[in-house]
């Protein structure tokens, strides 16, 4: 077992001489930035269907064409203004009653029934599924799983694996890992960008901040459940006062109250 951990590890390192001796550097829109890419979007794309695979294995998807057509259709118009625009975008609704939302790798986006209850109106909807955008077009999810789990185990899920179940296994991983949360600069870009979209797309981009402050209202009476929005998308006051900030709007009492005070993660 000992020699196939230290046989696996040279392997690793092969392949990721051989990954980065191909990699490009291009400019991202959304972080303005050069950057590193180490995979190609043909390659992002199939590890985002492995694991999509795996979230749907996991979840059941609404039986409601009515409520799929409207994220559906919503989406689509995010879609058609981002800064991303030679992926196609899936946009899906899961039905489970937890107030969340995430995005995979490659341009998969699933919003929870729980969270669509929770929205006001269009507006809202609107600036929930373009912050998700938003993480795609930054290529937020596949960075962190970079990070988190190396350029090899990611290779596996973007190849027609030998193992079937290592396979399902791995992309179980890769989204436990996605949906535990970004960093405060990810989420704070990720806002950015989705207001900015959701204007684009003819939305009022105020919906984010309506919606974030009703879940922070929400999560004050009762704390939500682990897997939430509120908890794989912290920051919620610095979010507010970003998103503020992005629409020109001045800052209230409450504002920089929460940004002397705020917990850590929150």
């Known amino acids: 077992m000992q020699n196939n951990f230290y046989m696996l590890k040279h392997i690793s390192v092969f392949i990721l001489i051989i990954g980065l001796s191909g990699c490009a550097t291009e400019y991202n829109l959304a972080t303005q930035q050069e950057e590193r890419i180490f995979y190609s979007t043909e390659k992002e794309v199939r590890m985002g269907k492995s694991i999509s695979k795996a979230v749907e294995k996991e979840y059941e998807l609404v039986d409601d064409p009515l409520i799929q057509k409207r994220v559906e259709d919503i989406g689509k118009k995010i879609a058609e203004v981002c800064d991303r625009k030679e992926i196609d975008y899936h946009f899906k609704v899961i039905d489970d009653k937890e107030v969340n939302a995430f995005a995979l790798p490659g341009g998969f986006i699933y919003v929870h029934s729980g969270l669509i209850e ?3 109106d269009d507006n809202e909807l609107a ?10 077009v930054a290529r937020h999810s596949i960075k962190k799983l970079q990070a988190a789990m190396g350029y090899n185990f990611l290779l596996i899920l973007m190849t027609q694996a030998p193992d079937r179940g290592k396979l399902i296994s791995g992309a179980n991983l890769a989204f436990m890992e996605i949906i535990s949360g970004y960093s405060r600069e990810d989420e704070l870009l990720a806002d950015q960008l989705g207001a ?4 684009r797309a003819g939305y009022n981009p105020e919906g984010m901040i309506n919606f974030l402050q009703t879940l922070q209202d ?3 009476r009762k704390p939500l459940r682990p897997k ?3 908890k794989t998308h912290p920051y919620i006051p610095d979010r507010i006062r970003v998103v503020k900030q992005e629409l020109g709007q001045e800052l209230t009492f409450d504002d920089y109250i929460n940004i002397e005070q705020k917990p850590h993660g929150q």
Not at 127 to 136: A, R, Y
Not at 196 to 199: V, W
């Open 196 to 199: 900015r979209y959701a204007k």
């Open 127 to 136: 600036c929930v599924l373009s912050h998700e955008v938003g993480h795609i």
């Open 118 to 120: 929770q929205v006001a």
């Open 228 to 230: 939430s929005y509120f």
């Open 218 to 220: 929400v999560n004050r």
